[in-house]
T-cell receptor
Framework: SQTIHQWPATLVQPVGSPLSLECTVEGTSNPNLYWYRQAAGRGLQLLFYSVGIGQISSEVPQNLSASRPQDRQFILSSKKLLLSDSGFYLC??????????FGPGTRLTVT | RKEVEQDPGPFNVPEGATVAFNCTYSNSASQSFFWYRQDCRKEPKLLMSVYSSGNEDGRFTAQLNRASQYISLLIRDSKLSDSATYLCVVSRAQKLVFGQGTRLTINP
């Protein structure tokens, strides 16, 4: 069966500090991978998605970036965090059939 | 106008009641349809896919009306454990678009 891991589970970072969140998927190959953010009390916002190694599509211009160095690894980064970057960051994977499966998420607080 | 619209609720219903949620979507090119469930401070989890012919999974029934572009979810004999936020989701071009969610609380 497939599993998806995200770490860390929670993170408190000061404004202006860098960020690196990692997501890995097990039990499947060549998945589509996604990064979402959910602000407190809000819906899910798609940030990036990837259909293969090195292929990244950005949905919303911002100070975040994503990379996919390996087939089942997806990384979300920032060089300098803003207060508005606080939120619940979710990684998801899917096959071609459309439904997506989410990792446990990282709760980021920028102070 | 949001691409997927849901009544945010909250819906407060007694245990054992039947509750129904609707959602509408604006993009007629939407290809697949889903309901997800999200517990407080947790990740969304797939509840069920929604098919044009309608489909049932235990106490849950989902319907899709492509002509009117709305999706529904019916929960029968509700349990305390059904308390959660229910997300209506449509897909197009390998991406999912999420509604804001409908918050449901089942009361004992």
């Amino acid at each position: 069966s497939q599993t998806i891991h995200q770490w860390p589970a929670t993170l408190v970072q000061p404004v202006g500090s860098p960020l690196s969140l990692e997501c890995t998927v097990e039990g499947t190959s060549n998945p589509n991978l996604y990064w979402y953010r959910q602000a407190a009390g809000r819906g899910l916002q798609l940030l990036f998605y990837s259909v293969g190694i090195g292929q990244i599509s950005s949905e919303v211009p911002q100070n975040l970036s994503a990379s996919r160095p390996q087939d089942r690894q997806f990384i979300l980064s920032s060089k300098k965090l803003l207060l508005s970057d606080s939120g619940f960051y979710l990684c998801a994977w899917s096959r071609q059939t459309g439904e997506q499966y989410f990792g446990p998420g990282t709760r980021l607080t920028v102070t | 106008r949001k691409e997927v619209e849901q009544d945010p609720g909250p819906f407060n219903v007694p245990e054992g009641a039947t509750v129904a949620f609707n959602c509408t979507y604006s993009n007629s090119a939407s290809q697949s349809f889903f309901w997800y469930r999200q517990d407080c401070r947790k990740e969304p989890k797939l509840l069920m896919s929604v098919y044009s012919s309608g489909n049932e999974d235990g106490r849950f029934t989902a319907q899709l009306n492509r002509a009117s572009q709305y999706i529904s979810l019916l929960i029968r004999d509700s349990k305390l454990s059904d308390s959660a936020t229910y997300l209506c989701v449509v897909s197009r071009a390998q991406k999912l678009v999420f509604g804001q969610g409908t918050r449901l609380t089942i009361n004992p």
